[in-house]
T-cell receptor
Framework: DQQVKQNSPSLSVQEGRISILNCDYT??????FLWYKKYPAEGPTFLIS?????DKNEDGRFTVFLNKSAKHLSLHIVPSQPGDSAVYFC?????????????FGQGTRLTINP | DTAVSQTPKYLVTQMGNDKSIKCEQN?????MYWYKQDSKKFLKIMFS???????INETVPNRFSPKSPDKAHLNLHINSLELGDSAVYFC???????????????FGEGSWLTVV
């Protein structure tokens, strides 16, 4: 039962253009949504998050959009840079007694072409 | 100065052995976690401890036993290792939740376990 889905296993974008990564979820009880970036042989690194009561959060080149009615969120990276090439994981969070249970999507491999 | 560190990074062992992976965080966080990334690359939570108390325990075999001697450490012991235990195990930690931005979880670099 995959509660968080990233339907695109890979995405290739030209340097300087916009990268859009998508994520769908099924459980309405999640209270936060997060994006993590992962390089090979490293742990996931936090990128940006959004509360379930918001519809947009922006941090520099990264913007996350949340559409609660569609249970969909997306990460926009603009302009894309070669260093953005990595695997991006979408995660949905439920807080349980102070601990945060993250449910991850299966990841999207982003490649930025020079 | 690594925030969440886990050892060993690579571990190759035979079926039936017992092994441990250690994790330490120097961020002063109260909550620590173990996540597993399987061969299909799915990252799934296994356990969570909040100030040494077990909070989350997903459907993980009893052969896996977390131990938290203090809130800065969360070790993972695995008994009678099986081939299917081969995976990357990530330790993580987080501070108490903040209403403004939720709870950022910080991950270690992972421990690659191969059971042969």
């Amino acid at each position: 039962d995959q509660q968080v889905k990233q339907n695109s296993p890979s995405l290739s974008v030209q340097e300087g253009r916009i990268s859009i990564l998508n994520c769908d979820y099924t459980n309405s009880m999640f209270d936060y949504f997060l994006w993590y970036k992962k390089y090979p042989a490293e742990g996931p690194t936090f990128l940006i998050s959004i509360s379930s009561i918001k519809d947009k959060n922006e941090d520099g080149r990264f913007t996350v959009f949340l559409n609660k009615s569609a249970k969909h969120l997306s990460l926009h990276i603009v302009p894309s840079q070669p260093g953005d090439s990595a695997v991006y994981f979408c995660a949905a969070s439920a807080t349980i007694q102070g601990a945060q249970k993250l449910v991850f999507g299966q990841g999207t491999r982003l490649t930025i072409n020079p | 100065d690594t925030a969440v560190s886990q050892t060993p990074k690579y571990l190759v062992t035979q079926m039936g052995n017992d092994k441990s992976i250690k994790c330490e965080q120097n961020l002063g966080h109260d909550t620590m976690y173990w996540y597993k990334q399987d061969s299909k690359k799915f990252l799934k939570i296994m356990f969570s401890y909040n100030n040494k108390e077990l909070i989350i325990n997903e459907t993980v075999p009893n052969r896996f036993s977390p131990k938290s001697p203090d809130k800065a450490h969360l070790n993972l012991h695995i008994n009678s290792l099986e081939l299917g235990d081969s995976a990357v195990y990530f330790c993580a930690s987080s501070p108490l939740p903040r209403s403004s931005s939720g709870n950022t979880i910080y991950f270690g670099e992972g421990s690659w376990l191969t059971v042969v």
